[in-house]
C-alpha cells in the first residue's frame, strides 16, 4: 500500500534467491546439475497413499478445520507407536496444511505480538525468525537458556533432530528445556518433523512421558509427512499437544479457512497407518548418505552431527582451515553440485554447508564421482 511499508519489507532476503548465480555455474556442467541445495523428496509416493487419495475424489461438500476423527486418530497412534507419546486425546490434535505455513503463522495465531520475544536455536531453519518478525515479536537466536537471564519468552522453538545441522538433542537436555520454560510460563513448541529420519542417534519427542513429565501443558510438537512418506506435494503435517494451546489454533485457523483437503486428510491417514513404506524409504536415504559422506570426506570434507535429518552438515578443510561457507558453495558449483551455504542458517553456519541427499541415486552417485575427481 502507498505511504505505508510492505510486510515482505518487514522480512529477511528469501536466501536461497542468493543461490541462483551458483545454480548457473551448476548447471553449465557438462553433466548437469546435481541440485543438494534442498530437502525436496524425489522417490515415488507410496501406493498407499495414492491409493487412498484417489479413492476419496469424489469430496463436494467443505471438510472441517479440526479434521476427521480418523485421521487425528492415525497422528495419536503413530505417536503412540513409533514415538512412544501416551496420554494425547483427539482434542490435542490438529492437521494443519503442510509444517511451513504452521511455523510461519504459529506465534501469531497464539497471540504473540509486540514486546514478545520468540527464541529458537543459533542455527536453525529460517522461518522460525520469519512468523516472529510476522508477529511482531523480537526474534532472539540462542542455544543458551543462561543467555537470556531473567527474560521470559512467550515462545520458544526446539528442532530435534536439527534442521540444518542434523543434532539430535537427549531426552535430558530437553526435559531442561521444559523445565525451564514451565517455571516461566513459557510455550514451548518442538518442530519434530525429521523424527523418523534417524542415522546415529535415537530422537525423543518432547511429548514422550520422559520429557514431559506425563504432562502436555504449554507443549505442542510439530510433524510432517513431506520426509517420512514422500508426500511434500500433499502438505500432510499435524501439531500435537496441549489441548489448550491446539483449541486455540483451531478456533483462530476456523476463522482464517486454513482446513487441510479432506482427500488429503485420508491419504494422510493411509500413510501414518503403514509403516513399511517409510522404512524402505529409511533404507534409500541410508544408503545415499552414506555413498556421499564417504565421498566428502575423501574430498576434503567434515561432516559435523548429521546423526539424523536429511543433510550432511559440512564444512571443506583446506590446510587446517575450514574454509568460508560461500567458497565451498562456488567450489561446489564448478563441479556441477549445488549445496546451501550454512549462512542461510544463522552467523554460526559461517564455515559449513549443507549437503542434502534427497537427490535420486544417478545424481548422488554423480555428486560421489565428482567429488572423487577433485
Known sequence: MRGRASVSSRLPDFPWDGLRAHAETARAHPGGIVDLSVGTPVDPTPDVAADALAAATQWPGYPTTIGLASTRQACLDWMERRLGVTGLGLDQVLPTVGSKELV?????????????????????????????VLAGATPVATDSLTA???????????????????????????????????????????????????????????????????????????????????????????????????????????????????????????????????????????????????????????????EASLYLWSTRVVDGVEQEAWETVAWLAERGILVAPGTFYGAAGSTHVRVAFTATDERVDAAVERLAAG
Open 104 to 132: 510461519a503463522q504459529l506465534a501469531l495465531h497464539l497471540g504473540v505480538g509486540p514486546g514478545d520475544t520468540v527464541v529458537f536455536p543459533e542455527l536453525a531453519y529460517p522461518t522460525y525468525e520469519v512468523g516472529a
Open 148 to 306: 537470556l537471564g531473567p527474560e521470559a519468552p512467550a515462545l520458544l522453538w526446539l528442532n530435534s533432530p536439527s534442521n540444518p545441522t542434523g543434532r539430535v538433542l537427549p531426552p535430558e537436555h530437553l526435559k531442561k528445556v521444559v523445565d525451564w520454560a514451565r517455571e516461566r510460563g513459557t510455550v514451548v513448541v518442538s518442530d519434530e518433523c525429521y523424527v523418523e529420519c534417524s542415522w546415529e542417534a535415537s530422537p525423543v519427542s518432547v511429548l514422550h512421558p520422559d520429557v514431559c513429565s506425563g504432562s502436555h501443558e504449554n507443549i505442542l510438537a510439530l510433524h510432517s509427512l513431506s520426509k517420512r512418506s514422500n508426500l511434500a506435494g500433499y502438505r500432510c503435517s499435524f501439531v500435537a499437544g496441549d489441548p489448550v494451546l491446539v483449541a486455540e489454533l483451531l478456533a483462530v485457523r476456523k476463522n482464517l479457512g486454513l482446513i487441510m483437503p479432506g482427500p488429503v486428510q485420508e491419504a494422510m491417514k493411509a500413510a501414518l497407518d503403514d509403516d513399511e513404506h517409510a522404512v524402505d524409504q529409511h533404507a534409500r536415504y541410508a544408503a545415499r548418505r552414506a555413498r556421499l559422506r564417504a565421498a566428502l570426506e575423501t574430498a576434503g570434507f567434515r561432516v559435523d552431527h548429521s
